[in-house]
């Protein structure tokens, strides 16, 4: 059973802020341009089937991939976002251009020639952007969850000493007694070769490269694929799905708002980490 105590005060946040919107309805907060702004772009489908911009849709349209335009705005909670991570994501995720003026990534300085890189793809791939620091975040995050679900939980876990093999975490006696093994990756849809597989693609080679050596251990093992879009892949999402139920518990007095709660979180912290890379390369 985990925690209520943040989620409840959440909601209170909620309430506090409906009542902030009715006073001001021109409010330029997060929350407004969800139905004010947004709602329209991202069932609206660009171009033919085919384009950048239709599969960045698409993308965008999964389960779970606005749940952070959702998050009320929070300096006590950690969910305000600044206007300057706030204004790159906006341009990010509605496919204008965001690169500095110099054309130039500015962490591995190769030129930006094409619009697709000034939109971002190459920020996104970008190994000295923040690579490993946007997957840390999202670890951070999902650790955060099983600790609210009260799972005793150890990060950056050998299971395979001889192959120098380890996972991101470990939920101890997560399902029927078993522990579960968790690793995360952030793949950028667009760029990938398989397109639209990609998320499955990764999920397959992490259960070929971890699912063996956790069963050795007696544990199971479940891959977090995320897109950078907030897309996830099938198996990742029943796997979450699975670990804020926990976390929401069965006596909650308000189960449904503290599962969305818990899924704003996730979706906010992969929308901040993606963002700090932008800004690192872009800015």
Known sequence: MGSTSEPCLALAHYHDFNAYIEIQPQSLEQHYWVHAKLSRLFHYNRGDDNSRDSFRMKLM??????????????????TLLTTIEFRYLLRFRLGLTISSSTNQCNCCH?????LADNAGDHALCCIKAGYVRRHYLLCNEVRYLLTSAGIRNSSEVYVDHQRSLRVDLVAEQFDEG?????????????????????????????????????HMLGMTFSPLAFDSFGSLGPHSLKTLQKIIAKAVGDDSPQPIQEATYYWQRISLALARAVCRQLVLSLN
């Not at 190769?110 to 094409?114: E, V």
């Not at 078993?178 to 793949?187: F, Y």
């Open 61 to 78: 349209r999964s389960d779970h991939a606005n749940d952070w335009l959702l998050i009320i705005p929070s300096k006590q909670l950690g």
């Open 110 to 114: 190769r030129s930006l020639l094409t």
């Open 178 to 214: 078993k522990s579960l093994c968790l690793d995360v990756q952030v793949t950028h849809s667009l760029t990938h070769r398989l397109g639209e597989a990609a998320l499955a693609e990764v999920e397959k080679q992490k259960s070929e490269k971890y699912l063996r050596a956790c």
